[in-house]
């Protein structure tokens, strides 16, 4: 838990700190995934895959840079 917060304020890109948040406001504040989704005025199938990909993998993983898709 601590590892997200430190993350979260140690984190540069604006889109993947917003990712942790997500995280954090879940697991160590026990928000909801429908109250983080309102928090964040994000879309709450966004902020379960978020979340599940943490749960599913770690820290880094979810936390890789997110690059331009493959195709248009």
């Known amino acids: 838990m601590q590892d997200l917060v430190q993350a979260y304020e140690e984190e540069k890109n604006v889109r993947i700190k ?7 406001l879940h697991i160590v ?3 909801t ?3 983080v989704s309102k928090m ?3 879309g709450y199938s966004t902020i379960k895959l978020w979340i599940g990909k943490y749960n599913k993998e770690d820290l880094n993983e979810m ?3 997110l690059k331009s898709p493959q195709y248009l």
């Open 63 to 65: 936390m890789k840079f």
């Open 40 to 42: 964040l005025n994000k």
């Open 33 to 35: 995934e429908k109250e």
């Open 18 to 24: 917003e990712r942790i948040l997500a995280v954090k």
């Open 29 to 31: 504040d026990g928000k």
